[in-house]
């Protein structure tokens, strides 16, 4: 078992719907949650955190943690065609010095 | 300001060179972490500093992996002896470090080993 796991897609999804992106994790030690994106031939460029179990919105962007389930997820709304990328989920350890455990990407494409 | 800049952006070598691979952190950024990227791999952690020490080389795949840092600032990674299966974007990032752990990363130096 992958230590995070998303699913690879691609999510197709039309231009201004939702985008519902799910990240698992396998380490309940696991303190704070990221959601990078990526596009591509780039490096990854953060979107927002989370560290506490619930919502967290930031502009068209809202990350949801729930650590009972060990699950995170990301969703996009009014979703452009810039949005279309590869999102990463990570997370990490504070007692494992902050180095993040990136999940595989699910790569994102917004159709006009 | 700045961000974190590495170079070069683009190295092509063939197989048995030693590279040279340089992250410049964000000013003040006392973390320093290095990544690789390669296909079928996804994002892998290779070290981490906190100001000049390594208190986590966990992710270096071999010990033809090494990685320096020098007044708490620029960092270098160097292969030696390079193999095909080197060929990755690597990627440094850095954070405040303490509880400040949000990384922010560099543009990435894509290595090419013939």
């Known amino acids: 078992q992958k230590e995070v796991e998303q699913n690879s897609g691609p999510l197709s999804v039309p231009e201004g719907a939702i985008a519902s992106l799910n990240c698992t994790y396998s380490d309940r030690g696991s303190q704070s949650f990221f959601w990078y994106r990526q596009y591509s031939g780039k490096s990854p460029e953060l979107i927002m955190f989370i560290y506490s179990n619930g919502d967290k919105e930031d502009g068209r962007f809202t990350a949801q943690l729930n650590k009972a389930s060990q699950y995170v997820s990301l969703l996009i709304r009014d979703s452009q065609p810039s949005d279309s990328a590869t999102y990463l989920c990570a997370v990490n350890r504070r007692a494992a010095g902050n180095k993040l455990t990136f999940g595989g990407g699910t790569r994102v494409l917004v159709k006009p | 300001g700045a961000g974190v800049s590495q170079s070069p952006s683009n190295k092509v070598t063939e197989k048995g060179k030693d590279v040279e691979l340089r992250c410049d952190p964000i000013s003040g950024h006392t973390a320093l972490y290095w990544y690789r990227q390669s296909l079928g791999q996804g994002l892998e952690f290779l070290i981490y500093?906190?100001?000049?020490?390594?208190?986590?080389k966990s992710g270096l795949p071999s010990d033809r992996f090494s990685a320096e840092r020098t007044g708490g600032s620029v960092s270098t990674l160097t292969i030696q002896r390079t193999q095909q299966e080197d060929s990755a974007v690597y990627l440094c990032a850095s954070s405040r470090g303490g509880d400040q752990e949000t990384q922010y990363f560099g543009p990435g130096t894509r290595l090419l080993v013939l």
């Open positions: 500093f906190q100001g000049n020490s390594a208190p986590d």
